[in-house]
């Protein structure tokens, strides 16, 4: 059964933390994405990889670093964390093939509350 | 720039009734268009994927609707149920690139 795993379900940080979310695939996929959700923002993205050590900025890359040193793991992390950072954030996966679009596989999610 | 547009944003629905979703895209060039479908509390997975020559696709009580020319893409509910209550997100696809942008989706409320 194809698994993305997050490090955590909950997490409550002080503003001004450094903060890092983690996530692992095993599903040997190229791909990994990080996500970050609101009400009525749908799911918005904030950095892309398709490589180990390759990265591109999404639509929301601002406050945001990524890290990926292993093909598996993708590492999103905030440098000084905000309130306006108080968010879902989801990481997914998808193989590269031939064609676009690649079916995502998704992560439980990480509920970020910056206080 | 590309962008994704789903209609309505919310709708309600007594169980068993039927229901049309729908989806406008700007992406060019086009590919695909995948749909998903995300539980309150879970990440998005994918229902079905329609490719630029397909029109129609069923999965189940679902069946998607694809118009490349205007670019449009429906998702039909049939004999909804209350598991059905979820958010359904449309994703096209084209162009060289793997990056997926998510429409914001439409929030189905089913209830009995």
């Known amino acids: 059964d194809v698994k993305v795993t997050q490090s955590s379900r909950y997490l409550v940080k002080r503003t001004g933390e450094k903060v890092f979310l983690e996530c692992v695939q095993d599903?040997?996929?190229?791909?990994m994405f990080w996500y970050r959700q609101d009400p009525g923002l749908g799911l918005r993205l904030i950095y892309f990889?398709?490589?180990?050590?390759?990265?591109e900025k999404g639509d929301i890359p601002e406050g945001y670093s990524v890290s990926r040193e292993k093909k598996e793991r993708f590492s999103l992390i905030l440098e000084s964390a905000s309130t306006n950072q108080t968010s879902m954030y989801l990481c997914?996966?998808?193989?590269?093939?031939?064609?676009?679009?690649?079916?995502?596989?998704f992560g439980q999610g990480t509920r970020l509350t910056v206080v | 720039k590309n962008q994704v547009e789903q209609s309505p944003q919310s709708l309600i629905i007594l169980e068993g009734k039927n229901c049309t979703l729908q989806?406008?895209?700007?992406?060019?060039?086009?590919?695909?268009l995948r749909w998903y479908k995300q539980d309150t509390g879970r990440g998005p997975v994918s229902l079905t994927i329609?490719?630029?020559?397909?029109n129609t696709k069923s999965n189940g009580r679902y069946t998607a609707t694809l118009d490349a020319d205007t670019k449009q893409s429906s998702l039909h509910i049939t004999a909804s149920q209350l598991s059905d209550s979820a958010s359904y997100i449309c994703?096209?696809?084209?162009?060289?690139?793997?990056?997926?942008?998510f429409g914001t989706g439409t929030l189905l409320a089913v209830q009995p």
């Open positions: 997914a996966s998808s193989a590269s093939s031939g064609t676009v679009n690649t079916e995502a596989f």
């Open positions: 599903m040997d996929h190229e791909n």
């Open positions: 990889s398709y490589d180990v050590k390759m990265k």
């Open positions: 989806c406008n895209y700007t992406v060019s060039p086009f590919s695909n």
């Open positions: 329609m490719t630029f020559s397909e």
């Open positions: 994703v096209p696809g084209g162009g060289a690139t793997n990056k997926l942008i």
